[in-house]
């Protein structure tokens, strides 16, 4: 089974600076796909950008962005220019193109600092 | 489009009481999902059907939880009888089933509090 790791809990950016957050995933699986939710304290859950695995190139999204590491199995999200809207819970997300399961990671808190 | 629509937005009920909670995906999507949102264990995959049909509950914690999907407009899940630490928000999703990179699209989950 699959398995998603963000292992900070939560983060903490002052307004319009860069940070980063952290995933890491465990497969056997060569083709997949990662995603980054977003969900603010509405509780909507927002795709924020997703991620092909056969593709190298990074993904981006205006200020988000990820570095896909294939070989380390490492997905993190940047966000530059970080606006209050920005904070957040943050889930990385794997879906498999065998069962097609999305398995979420434990979330990362945001919080931005004016 | 009205989204995934979830009901009710909150539940409370006591312990030892069957809870109901409803799901409408959005129109033509293939598949449908049904997750638990608790602060210790995150977000759990409880169910997931592809064209009304489940595929895999291993994640339904135990036999006082059921799903179903008997159209391609309605689903289901059933707590009979609820105790306390099923107390969670608890999201429905679907997708069009054209390939993995198709992302979920969530409903507004349903806060269940059991007494």
């Known amino acids: 089974a699959q398995t998603v790791t963000q292992s900070q809990p939560e983060m903490s950016v002052q307004e319009a600076e860069t940070v980063t957050l952290s995933c890491t995933y465990d497969?056997?699986?060569?083709?997949?796909?990662l995603f980054w939710y977003k969900q603010p304290p509405s509780r909507q859950m927002i795709l924020v950008i997703r991620?092909?695995?056969?593709?190298?190139q990074n993904a981006t999204e205006n200020r988000f962005s990820v570095n896909f590491q294939k070989a380390a199995k490492s997905f993190s999200l940047k966000i530059s220019d970080s606006q209050l809207g920005d904070a957040a819970m943050y889930f990385c997300?794997?879906?498999?193109?065998?069962?097609?399961?999305?398995?979420f990671g434990k979330g990362t808190l945001l919080t931005v600092n004016p | 489009d009205a989204g995934v629509i979830q009901s009710p937005r909150h539940e409370v009920t006591e312990m030892g009481q069957e809870v109901t909670l409803r799901c409408k995906p959005i129109?033509?999507?293939?598949?449908l999902f049904w997750y638990r949102q608790t602060m210790m264990r995150g977000l759990e995959l409880l169910i997931y059907?592809?064209?009304?049909?489940?595929?895999?509950d291993s994640g339904m914690p135990e036999d006082r939880f059921s799903a179903k999907m008997p159209n391609a407009s309605f689903s289901t899940l059933k707590i009979q009888p609820s105790e306390p630490r099923d107390s969670a928000v608890y999201f429905c999703?679907?997708?069009?089933?054209?390939?993995?990179?198709?992302?979920?699209?969530f409903g507004s989950g349903t806060q269940l509090s059991v007494l």
């Open positions: 997300a794997y879906r498999s193109l065998v069962n097609y399961k999305l398995t």
């Open positions: 129109s033509g999507h293939n598949s």
């Open positions: 059907f592809n064209n009304n049909v489940p595929i895999d």
């Open positions: 999703a679907s997708s069009p089933r054209t390939g993995g990179n198709e992302k979920l699209f």
């Open positions: 497969t056997s699986e060569s083709d997949y796909y």
């Open positions: 991620q092909e695995a056969y593709k190298q």
